[in-house]
């Protein structure tokens, strides 16, 4: 990892972590060592505490009887009278029970017991009895419930952290009002709702100068009080908490000396009052990821001293005010994931301490140009991503800037390459997919890009060879362009590589047996979709760290090598779309980290080999249109987490398997975790990630899956010789979402009970000889927007629901006695029936219905998946999702499946809509 990266974490976890504020910012911390020998009844207190304590890792091994106690680790004396005066125990790991001789150290004025694990036990009252102590500190230290209330005669306490434990909450918060000389109180994370006096006790002491109260299920913040002074207070976090109100008005005069205020996260509503900007001092300041709206007020301008100003993720509208001209300390601005349009005002190239600035996932207009960055001589992060603005500078600019970071996805930059780049020194990350670049690349680009570690140029229309040299990025994806030739060589750098979609062209084998000089360290190797010719080679030897390849939609030949199994890292292989044919060889066994097999579209004419049930990790087999024959193995179902089955398109015969029920990940819904699951389907790396994609045919069309591939469920056994009926077993599969089991031989009626595959979406029978009447189940198949029971042995009536009478009255033809709408023939008394044949009219299989798109229009319920499918097949969504994650509190928005959630509630708010 670069300098620069370093650089950026250091100043997003700086700033983020109030935690940060440390004991010896405000105190001096003696560390005298004295030749006064330390006092025995102190002495003895201290071993009673430690025989107290579990310490597995011997940190207290210097509290022996036989030295002076004053020398011990983490213990400081008065060096006059040798009374123990502090006691620094924030070591991790100390358990146990704190024992009551601690209150023989009638001196003690300092204690820290922070970060410690003390199992989930309640603070011991007694501590509210050591009068002397100045200065107590249990963060993190796994401490569980009600604070004591004796803590309140601590009159002399200038600083209580009681942050960051498990699960500590309070009655009423009235016992504090002893604590008089308080100067730094930190309770986040304690549950401090039962309170609703709060703000009034904490303004009450007069010298309390840092409040942490983040995370304490505070729901309001008492927007009726006229006036709340605070009088020295410095710095006050009140985030994640859920207010649910304006930012009051109070805000305003809440105290002179205010220089950081942090209320990310807080479910704050309304307009930004300008009147927060009175808070004439304030160097930071973070609103993000709350619900405020309207314009930011232009008074932004006379807070002449900020620093740091976080809006992010906010549905705030309207322009830049062009007073940020006047922010000359501004170091950081950050405006991104608003809906803030207009102009950039070119004010902001004022701002000379610019150091990192973000107005990604807005929707700015007009152009940036020189102005915009006359003055930013200091700016090292830039992020204008995913905003309409076109970067218009002259082929000759020269930036006052050296950029570290910088991220334009999706702005219009091109067509002209944007020569400017190449003054540029130390970048480290440059991402600039989607941004109309073409033509060649200047010929100084190559080298020049070889010392940067992420490079991301897809989805442009550059072109021509990539010349003879090594590339030497870290991460290079060119994805998408129009690039040719033979392939590049790679260095010893090169950890992710995708070059899919171009128009490279050679034999594979020169790439895949280039000698390194050192190991290759290749972990993803993605050239899918070009002219690639030949044999896979035998290389492989050099390949031992790829986790993810997909060589597939070129024109390789050959069969599979037996050595491709050394590759025992691989969590996904796609060879789709060549022409490779024979075994598949059982070496791949030994590949057990499998995940993903798309070997689709190639000429195998073989059985599926029954020790792909070994690969006990699959989530992903497809299979599809390539030749393969005879039966499906029985255990199949041992992969009990496969997501995606797709055998379609073979000379498949026999019956279907009837075990589904073991496949426990199409029965069961994710559990919370899941995310560990999906390693086979991406691979994360600093700043973006590699997604695998996936040709489907879900709903009568082939579409690519890649962001919402991980919420597939689907089995397609289309187009085979599949005799026998549809097991029963089938309708445990709770969780599928896609079923097709189209032009087969079955026979036998639908399952019963199918109705309760509630997922639903997607069902082809179409084309068999299934028979009987349409289970009445099926109407209660709320997600269902494609069905297809065409030319079938269907008799009876549809059964009425508005989601089977949507349908095409083509996804019903071809079945003779099936009658009722949407088909024109009418259900009638079985008298009439023998004489009247409806006269149907031949159509092409084929046909878009106009039900494909999720039969919106139809007033089809939209689901979960519904929504999730629609947003997540846009990449921008996921885009948003990882900048926010990556770049911000990455900490506290741990990729768990409430956190989708929690986006998509954002998105469905249209927080980030565009
Ligand atoms: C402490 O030690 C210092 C030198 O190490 C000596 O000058 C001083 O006299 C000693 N004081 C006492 C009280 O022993
Ligand atoms: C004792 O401690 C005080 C401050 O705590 C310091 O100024 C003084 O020099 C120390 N004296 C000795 C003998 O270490
Ligand atoms: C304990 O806290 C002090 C600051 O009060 C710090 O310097 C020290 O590194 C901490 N020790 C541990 C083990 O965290
Ligand atoms: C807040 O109180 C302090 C001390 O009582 C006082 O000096 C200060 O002027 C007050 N602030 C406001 C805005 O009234
Ligand atoms: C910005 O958006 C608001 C609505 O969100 C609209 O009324 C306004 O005209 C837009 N301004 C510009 C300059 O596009
Ligand atoms: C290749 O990248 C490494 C860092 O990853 C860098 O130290 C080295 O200078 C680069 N080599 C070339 C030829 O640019
Ligand atoms: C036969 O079907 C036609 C429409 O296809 C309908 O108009 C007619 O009434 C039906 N005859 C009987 C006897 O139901």
Not at 155 to 165: F, K, Q
Not at 511 to 523: A, I, Y
Not at 772 to 792: A, H, K, T, V
Request: hydrophobic share 40%; with cysteine.
């Amino acid at each position: 990892m670069g300098a620069s990266f370093t650089t950026h974490h250091v100043l997003f976890l700086v700033w983020f972590f109030p935690a940060t504020f440390s004991l010896s910012f405000f105190f001096f911390k003696a560390e005298s060592i004295s030749n006064v020998s330390c006092n025995e009844k102190d002495k003895q207190a201290l071993l009673t505490l430690k025989r107290g304590l579990t310490d597995h890792e011997h940190v207290l091994s210097s509290w022996s009887d036989h030295k002076d106690c004053c020398i011990w680790d983490g213990v400081s004396c008065d060096n006059k009278t040798g009374r123990v005066t502090e006691l620094h125990l924030n070591y991790s790991r100390l358990g146990g029970e704190i024992s009551g001789s601690l209150l023989q150290l009638e001196h003690l004025n300092y204690l820290d017991l922070s970060n410690n694990d003390f199992n989930c036990t309640p603070i011991p009252t007694f501590l509210g009895s050591m009068y002397s102590l100045t200065d107590l500190d249990l963060l993190g230290a796994n401490f569980c419930g009600l604070i004591p209330h004796q803590l309140g005669n601590l009159s002399r306490l200038r600083y209580l952290s009681l942050g960051s434990n498990s699960d500590l909450y309070v009655d009423n918060l009235r016992w504090m009002s002893g604590l008089s000389a308080l100067q730094y109180l930190d309770l986040h994370s304690a549950d401090l709702h039962k309170e609703v006096d709060w703000l009034q006790i904490m303004s009450k002491f007069p010298s309390l100068s840092k409040l942490n109260l983040q995370n304490c299920q505070l729901d309001s913040l008492n927007p009726s009080l006229g006036f709340v002074n605070f009088t020295s207070l410095r710095v006050l976090s009140l985030s994640d908490n859920h207010f649910n109100h304006e930012i009051p008005n109070w805000f305003s005069n809440l105290s002179t000396s205010l220089l950081r205020l942090s209320l990310y996260g807080s479910s704050l509503k309304g307009n930004i009052p300008p009147s927060i900007f009175n808070l004439e001092k304030l160097e930071y300041l973070d609103l993000s990821d709350n619900s405020l709206s309207g314009k930011i007020p232009d008074s932004l301008g006379q807070l002449k001293h900020l620093i740091y100003l976080d809006l992010r993720i906010n549905p705030l509208s309207g322009p830049i005010p062009s007073s940020v001209g006047n922010l000359s300390q501004m170091q950081v601005l950050l405006l991104g994931l608003n809906k803030l349009n207009g102009t950039v005002p070119k004010s902001l190239g004022l701002l000379s301490n610019l150091f990192a600035v973000s107005i990604s996932f807005s929707f700015f207009t007009g152009s940036l140009d020189e102005a915009h960055f006359s003055k930013l001589g200091k700016l090292k992060q830039l992020d204008i991503s995913y905003t309409p603005l076109f970067f218009n500078v002259n082929s000759n600019w020269v930036p006052p800037f050296q950029l570290e970071y910088v991220d334009m996805s999706s702005c219009k930059i091109g067509p002209n390459f944007p020569t400017w780049l190449h003054t540029q020194r130390s970048l480290w990350l440059l991402l600039l997919p989607l941004s109309g670049v073409s033509g060649k690349a200047p010929s100084w680009f190559w080298d020049w890009i070889s010392n940067i570690h992420t490079v991301d140029l897809s989805n442009n229309h550059i072109e021509g060879d990539v010349p003879d040299i090594l590339l030497n990025s870290t991460i290079l994806k060119l994805r998408s362009n129009h690039f040719k030739g033979r392939l590049p060589r790679l260095s010893a750098n090169v950890e992710v590589l995708n070059l899919a979609d171009n128009s490279f062209f050679g034999p594979i084998s020169t790439f895949l047996c280039q000698k390194m000089n050192k190991k290759n360290k290749v972990k993803v190797l993605d050239v899918s979709n070009n002219f690639l010719l030949g044999e896979l080679s035998n290389c492989w030897r050099y390949w031992q760290s790829l986790i993810h390849l997909n060589l597939g939609g070129n024109n390789l030949s050959g069969r599979i090598p037996y050595s491709l199994g050394s590759l025992v890292e691989l969590k996904s292989l796609s060879l789709q779309n060549n022409s490779i044919y024979g075994d598949i060889p059982s070496s791949l066994k030994r590949c057990s980290k499998l995940g993903l097999i798309d070997i689709g579209d190639n000429n195998f004419s073989r059985t599926i080999p029954l020790w792909i049930t070994k690969l006990t990790q699959l989530i992903v087999l497809r299979l599809r249109s390539s030749g393969f024959k005879g039966n499906i193995p029985q255990n199949i179902c041992q992969l009990s987490f496969l997501r995606i089955l797709d055998l379609a398109n073979n000379s498949l015969s026999g019956p279907i398997p009837s075990c589904f029920k073991n496949i426990s990940a199409m029965v069961m819904p994710d559990p919370e975790n899941q995310d560990v699951y999906f390693d086979s389907l991406e691979y994360e790396y600093d700043y973006g990630s590699y997604l695998e994609n996936l040709m489907l045919v879900p709903k009568g069309h082939e579409l690519q899956y890649e962001e919402n591939l991980k919420f597939v469920r689907s089995i397609d056994l289309s187009s085979n010789k599949l005799s026998g009926s549809i097991p029963v077993e089938i309708s445990v599969l709770f969780e599928l979402v896609f079923l097709n089991l189209s032009r087969n031989h079955l026979m036998g009626n639908i399952p019963e009970n199918i109705g309760i595959m509630k997922k639903l979406e997607s069902i082809d029978f179409s084309q068999n000889h299934l028979s009987g009447e349409i289970p009445p189940s099926m109407s209660n198949l709320s997600f269902l927007n494609y069905l297809d029971l065409s030319y079938n042995d269907f008799s009876g009536r549809i059964p009425s629901s508005t989601q089977l009478q949507s349908f095409d009255a083509v996804r019903y033809f071809g079945n003779p006695q099936l009658c009722g709408a949407p088909l024109p023939k009418r259900c009638i008394p079985p008298i009439g029936e023998s004489h009247n044949r409806t006269s149907i009219g031949k159509t092409k299989e084929d046909s878009e219905s106009s039900s494909f798109y999720m039969g919106m229009g139809v007033g089809f319920a939209v689901g979960f998946w519904g929504v999730c499918g629609g947003l997540f097949l846009n990449r921008t969504w996921r885009h948003a999702y990882f900048k926010f994650v990556n770049d911000k509190k990455d900490w506290f928005y741990v990729t768990t499946i409430l956190k989708v959630k929690w986006l998509l509630e954002k998105l469905r708010s249209g927080h980030l809509s565009k």
